[in-house]
């Protein structure tokens, strides 16, 4: 017998105790004369993995003993937590047919077909009974999770958001930023379709939300860039750095070019150091040195990147300081240079330049809501390096 038979086997003895303990009351002879032949012919059909057949006898049970309820709620789970979504939703679809239930038996096996129906993707099925448990009252913050899933699946997330107000007013902190996320959708959709008044209206309500969402400023400062606002689109992309610095190297580019059309490249360099300084991203600190080699010359970007790598060393951050080298500064040997700068890019090469701070999801994209864990505003860029230009500087340089 595998340890997993065992299991399945012990937890619905375990579950029916509570049954046996109930009527032993009746009678002080050996309580587990109490236990219908049935439950054993059931067992052991279990045990023989016959499941279909001992489902048939549960069910029979249930129809002529309404008491083994916990019982069948108990086999039913285990069902579902083994992978086998169909039988479980045939007990719980039994159990929730069953006029005899008390009220609170309904409804927790309501609960429970619902989350069969979750496993098994039937999401119609779900969203119905999750949303009768919620006009109810019961199983409140669950079946409201539910839902929320159930709306982001579908990408209906208009209902996700009314979903997620009901979810803060049932007790639950922390979903603002899950909600500014679903306007940010709605925004994004809106943008699709070129109804700019209503990305405004969603815009502000994701704002309005949750002050804080990073997304929300990016396309604030995206749509200021698209019909040529650029000081409002850099008061935009600037605002990121008091929401979560972190995602500053990801707006960097289009903060250069905001200062690029307005004419003030100085301030854009000041802004820089100013932004390594407080947060010493090394991913700021290339576009500073990049900006420095346009300026004043390899030498001095040079300078300016190796003094930043003392205070803070990286294999990335030597990666990036042998290209800087190779493409504008003075070096002595540039084949020498070539071979360190291969190797290092080989040890370099898996990093991922994203990762889900909740979960550890790593990836190449920036997705907003982790592939993984389905959080939101988890996944972070890690270095701000594009892999590609990273790549074809390296083989630039071995070439030459
Ligand atoms: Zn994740």
Known sequence: MSAETLLF????????????????QDSDSNETSHLPPDYFRGLSYLLDDQHDKAIDIFIRMLEEDSETVELHLAVGNLFRNRGEVDRAIRIHQNLVNRTTLSDEQRIQARFELGEDYMRAGLLDGAENLFRELVEKGEYLPESLR??????????????????????????????????????????????????????????????????????????????????ERYEDARLAFQRIEQQDADYLPEVIPMLQECYRKTGTQQQMLDYLQTMVERHGSLGIMLALAEMICEQQGGQQAAAALLDYLE??????????????????????????????????NRLVEDDPDYLCRNCGFQGKVLHWQCPSCKSWGTVKPLHGIQRKQKRDRVLSLVVS
């Open 146 to 227: 539910h839902l929320i899933d159930i709306y982001q699946q579908e990408k209906d997330w208009q209902k996700a958001i009314d979903a997620g107000f009901k979810l803060e007013q049932s007790g639950v902190t922390d979903v603002r930023p899950m909600i500014a996320q679903h306007y940010c959708e709605l925004t994004e959709e809106a943008l699709k379709r070129g109804d700019l008044k209503q990305a405004q209206q969603m815009l502000k309500h994701a704002r309005a939300t949750w002050p804080q969402c990073v997304r929300a400023s990016l396309i604030e400062g995206e749509m200021a860039m698209e019909t």
């Open 9 to 24: 086997l012990l937890l619905p003895v375990a579950a029916a105790s509570g049954w046996v303990l109930a009527r032993r």
């Open 311 to 344: 205070k803070h060393p990286s294999l990335r951050g030597l990666d990036q300081f042998v290209g800087l080298v190779s493409r504008c500064g003075d070096t002595p040997d540039q084949r020498v240079l070539a071979g360190v700068g291969s190797i290092i």
